[in-house]
């Protein structure tokens, strides 16, 4: 009886202490521990100037990804420039998918991401044309930074979009 006792509060202990989680019928449950870290991005983002209005849009899509849009608009109302941005978590990377209709012939371009702290991320595809760098950064003041750069008709260009969350 004792050894019944200790096998099943052993088992209990194992696990207990296990990292591993399941759901109702036995299956693994995955931990999406990366894409949650970019939790800071999600919401409605905006850069309002002279030029017009810059929007980023984000949203949880399921547990391993977030989708959302990008969008310039000018004069109040012609839109100039339309992206869907996808980040997804696949296995321990995130990967951050770029469409642009009219660009790379409609499909996604892939970035991953080389570097993630608390309030930064970098995404990178040495391939692409334009850019080659993503770069998200939340400032203090709880502004963002989103950051596009690489080499552009053989030099190094850069550009830098401030924005501030709205409702």
């Known amino acids: 009886?004792?050894?019944?006792?200790?096998?099943?509060?052993?088992?209990?202990?194992v696990i207990g202490v296990s990292c591993k989680k399941y759901d109702a019928k036995?299956?693994?449950?995955?931990?999406?521990?990366q894409v949650k870290k970019a939790e800071?991005?999600?919401?409605?983002w905006e850069k309002k100037d002279s030029m017009g209005i810059?929007?980023?849009?984000?949203?949880?899509?399921?547990?391993?990804?977030y989708?959302?849009?990008?969008?310039?608009?000018?004069?109040?109302?012609?839109?100039v420039h339309n992206e869907n941005i996808e980040l997804v978590q696949d296995g321990e990377h995130l990967i951050y998918f770029a469409t642009v209709k009219g660009e790379n012939n409609d499909e996604a371009v892939p970035?991953?991401?080389?570097?993630?702290?608390?309030?930064l991320m970098i995404f990178e595809n040495p391939k692409h044309d334009y850019p080659q760098?993503?770069?998200?950064?939340l400032q203090k003041n709880g502004s963002l930074i989103a950051t596009i750069?690489?080499?552009?008709?053989g030099k190094i260009s850069s550009e830098s979009y401030p924005m501030r969350k709205v409702n």
């Open 1 to 13: 009886m004792k050894k019944i006792v200790f096998l099943v509060v052993a088992s209990a202990l």
């Open 26 to 33: 036995g299956n693994l449950l995955k931990d999406y521990d």
């Open 40 to 44: 800071w991005l999600l919401g409605n």
């Open 54 to 65: 810059l929007t980023e849009h984000w949203e949880v899509e399921d547990d391993s990804s």
């Open 67 to 79: 989708v959302g849009q990008s969008y310039f608009i000018i004069n109040s109302k012609d839109t």
């Open 111 to 119: 970035f991953q991401m080389t570097k993630q702290e608390d309030s």
């Open 133 to 137: 760098k993503i770069e998200y950064k």
């Open 149 to 153: 750069s690489g080499k552009q008709r």
